[in-house]
């Protein structure tokens, strides 16, 4: 079985093979292309690929491409992990919109919102492409922002494209442990969009622990949502929130927080993973030794910003792991084996969430079986919950519409329309400054 991964050249390709090389059931996949625009870091990860398969008997081939047709003619599956502007472009998204007191954040914000202007319409182009060529396909979405991204290739490719996030799967796997539970036998209820949903039961046996979970100041303050959002908050809202709502409901906090950093998390990986890419490339030694360093350092900082703010203190070791790539080899084993399981993704709502129309792209438990992924039916969102999902939900079919027209005017109303962006003014100085710095954005017109 022949494995597609666009921005084959990413840091944490090696995670995905890493996971590829434990799975020895029958119908595994053989083969893994790796495709890049950039053939210097296609080398280097190519480099820690090796190393990982030095020991493992049957490991999948690796061969790696600059040219995106041929990585995807004849492929089964495909994931999408492309970052459209590289990590600079993250850089500057973070930097025009904390220069305008907003949120510059990768998924949410006004970050968001340039990082997905910027790349729709290259994930629109492959959508086509993969429809052309490799039409029995199935493509798993990494890139962000996912839900948006995934919605706009779900417009070419339809429920065979499957967005997937490791946010909601780390938050059960939190909740479930603090429960002293396992998180494998534990269903999950956890609805909305991708970095903003909430987990509103945890089921074990049948019966909903969460209550005693809320009830508890203690367990409800020893684990990271915990900690990250207080105790009060969490048993006001009656629900656990993905740690992306952070952002929303400690937003001023969080843009302080932002702004007087040493350097933006966009920033901070771009040195981090530039430093990686040109060790491994003067280097002789290992290059696995040098990533398992660097991801160590990654992980570690993560959110890094909004923990101190919150006094959250240090990540617990057991949430450095991360997760996303566990979750795309079970949704790949389910589609390949029909090993039927229930994973919580991204997919086109249908009837889901009966505030929003069947396109849209949500993020639910589904069950997966060798016909895709099938959102499983929820309880309605709390009037709190849909304010914030139909609200976001607009402001990204307005991305969609600009990257379509290539209108500014729509663009700078995708800005103004967003909860955490406060004028119109202040949207449009947003278009001016992204499309001053980003020459993917040249199309806005």
């Not at 061969?63 to 993250?90: K, N, P, Y």
């Not at 603090?178 to 970095?195: Q, R, S, T």
């Not at 402001?395 to 406060?422: C, Q």
Request: hydrophobic share 45%.
């Amino acid at each position: 079985m022949k494995l597609t991964i666009l921005g084959g050249g990413g840091f944490r390709v090696p995670l995905v093979y890493g996971a590829l090389l434990g799975d020895r059931g029958e119908g595994r996949v053989t083969e893994v292309v790796l495709h890049d625009l950039d053939s210097g870091r296609l080398s280097a990860v190519t480099r820690v690929l090796a190393e990982q398969a030095a020991r493992v008997a049957d490991a999948p081939t690796v061969t790696a491409t600059t040219d995106l047709d041929e990585a995807l003619r004849g492929a089964d599956f495909v994931f999408s992990a492309i970052r459209v502007g590289g990590l600079q472009g993250r850089a500057d998204d973070e930097r025009v919109a904390l220069a305008e007191g907003v949120l510059g954040q990768e998924t949410v914000g006004a970050g968001g919102i340039a990082y997905g202007l910027r790349t729709v319409p290259v994930a629109v182009d492959i959508a086509r492409r993969v429809a052309r060529l490799a039409p029995d396909a199935w493509v798993i979405n990494f890139t962000n922002p996912a839900g948006l991204v995934t919605e706009a290739m779900s417009r070419h490719l339809g429920d065979r494209v499957i967005g997937i996030c490791d946010s909601p799967v780390g938050l059960g796997r939190r909740i479930a442990r603090v429960l002293g539970a396992n998180p494998k036998e534990a269903w999950i209820d956890y609805v909305g969009l991708n970095h903003l949903g909430w987990v509103r039961g945890l089921y074990v046996a049948g019966r909903d622990e969460l209550p005693r979970l809320l009830a508890d100041p203690d367990l409800l303050g020893s684990f990271e949502e915990g900690k990250l959002f207080g105790t009060d908050w969490l048993r006001s809202l009656g629900a656990i929130p993905n740690e992306y709502l952070h952002y929303y409901y400690f937003n001023r906090e969080a843009v302080r927080a932002y702004q007087q950093a040493e350097r933006t998390r966009g920033a901070f990986l771009r040195d981090q993973q530039a430093g990686f890419y040109e060790q491994v490339g003067r280097s002789d030694g290992s290059a696995l030794e040098i990533w398992d360093r660097t991801r160590a350092e990654r992980e570690a900082t993560y959110m890094a910003e909004n923990r101190e703010t919150a006094g959250a203190g240090e990540r617990d070791a057991d949430d450095l792991s991360g997760g996303y790539e566990k979750v795309a080899l079970a949704l790949m084993r389910a589609i390949a084996r029909d090993e039927r399981t229930t994973l919580i993704l991204n997919v086109r709502n249908r009837t889901t969430l009966s505030v929003l129309d069947s396109g849209a792209v949500i993020e639910v438990p589904c069950l997966v079986d060798a016909n895709g992924a099938h959102p499983v039916a929820v309880d309605p969102l709390p009037d709190h919950a849909t304010g914030l999902v139909c609200a976001v939900k607009a402001v990204e079919r307005e991305v969609l519409a600009a990257a379509e027209s290539g209108s500014r005017a729509t663009a700078a109303k995708a800005f103004a329309l967003h909860p955490l962006v406060d004028s119109v003014n202040v949207a449009r100085r947003l278009v001016e400054g992204y499309t001053a710095v980003h020459p993917g954005l040249a199309y806005l017109r």
